[in-house]
């Protein structure tokens, strides 16, 4: 209306939450912001954010704007936003991000392919070295090997 581009629609306030207690299989597709404070194995689809706190256990496709890891997860991630990666956090899988933070003592193992990154170059232009002012040794060299048998 009045000519506004409509934005879409997400949340700020947490919709879903897997409490600490749960074990949660399945798919979830929601607008807002899903916290995982138990074990989650399935899929995720948000329009907003996923909180994955520091004894949570989540084996699962994620995709959503912003992902935060202070627990344990793996499978694969596709995230909008950030992913951050906290200390106590560990990750197993493969994400594509737009921007990325890995807290000293966070850990990933696995692939990480950043979005928007623009095409891999062909080769780069790298300039030579320059060379070593005059007066200054030479590093040494290496004696040839020893002939003889």
Known sequence: MFGREKKPVTSDR?????GPTANFKG????????KIDGVYQGSIKTASNVIISEKARVDAHIEAQNV?????????????????ILPTGRVWADVTVRSFLLDEGGKLHGGLKMLDAGPEPESFDVPPLPAAPSGEEEP????????GG
């Open 14 to 18: 947490i919709e879903v939450t897997v």
């Open 27 to 34: 798919d979830l597709v929601c607008d807002g912001i899903v």
């Open 68 to 84: 935060s890891v202070s627990g344990q997860a793996k499978g694969s991630m596709v995230v909008q936003g950030r992913l951050e």
């Open 140 to 147: 040494p060299q290496e004696p040839a090997p020893a002939e």
